[in-house]
């Protein structure tokens, strides 16, 4: 199975400052015939199913606000909340769908 | 609208069966690979199975492999997970979730989810 590892389990920010998500895969997520990165990232905010937020490693959902960047490749991404807000305090998870035994990190929370 | 609607969670004795359903709306069912992810209380979201768009393939995490069985019934706009052989530790949110045509694998329609607690 691909180990996803995120840093750190949690982080404190102020509203209008950048928040940053690392992931780690134990191998390469990158399928190099597709030059795509196999890797998603969701939100989840208490009592609600995660929202897909990013796929590819770096496409953002329709609809996701802007200030969500996801970025890397091979086995290290990252995601980038550019000014908090307070809506974004939730978990996020990141995800990978390399191979056909999809697995998740084990959460970030994000807090103002 | 597009929505998927689970079904059939409960409380179970360890060692007994229950079978979740999903219905599935506003969308094409059969063009796209689905799955269970569940979410024990307060922990992280973990994969348990996913299905291929025509239910030809399917797979399971470690953790509920030859216990668990994913199906589907495309007519039926449904999916299914059988559980057997419950433990304690399968106690959990189960969601059903769709998986995007553009990149299977990630998530884009999530239900709301159904509790199974396991306990005697």
């Known amino acids: 199975d691909i180990v996803m590892t995120q840093s750190p389990d949690s982080l404190t920010v102020s509203l209008g400052e950048r928040a940053t998500i690392n992931c780690k895969s134990s191998q390469s997520v990158l399928y190099t015939s597709y030059n795509k990165n196999f890797l998603a990232w969701y939100q989840q905010k208490p009592g609600q199913p995660p929202k897909l937020l990013i796929y590819?490693?770096?496409t953002r959902q329709p609809g996701v606000p802007d200030r969500f960047t996801g970025s890397g490749s091979g086995t290290d991404f990252t995601l980038t909340i550019s000014s908090l807000q307070a809506e974004d305090v939730a978990v996020y998870y990141c995800q990978q769908y390399y191979n056909s035994w999809w697995t998740f990190g084990q959460g970030t929370k994000v807090e103002i | 609208e597009v929505q998927l609607v689970e079904s059939g969670g409960g409380l179970v004795q360890p060692g007994g069966s229950l079978r979740l359903s999903c219905a599935a709306s506003?969308?094409?069912?059969?063009?796209?690979?689905m799955a269970w992810v569940r979410q024990a209380p307060g922990k992280g979201l973990e994969w348990v199975a996913n299905i291929k768009e025509d239910g030809s393939e399917n797979f399971y995490a470690d953790s509920v492999k030859g216990r668990f069985t994913i199906s589907r019934d495309s007519p039926q706009n449904s999916l299914f997970l059988q559980m057997d052989s419950l433990r304690a530790e399968d106690t959990a949110i189960y969601y059903c979730a769709r998986a995007i045509l553009q990149a299977a694998g990630a998530f884009d329609i999530w239900g709301q989810g159904t509790m199974v607690i396991v306990a005697s």
């Open positions: 590819w490693a770096s």
């Open positions: 506003g969308f094409t069912f059969r063009s796209n690979w």
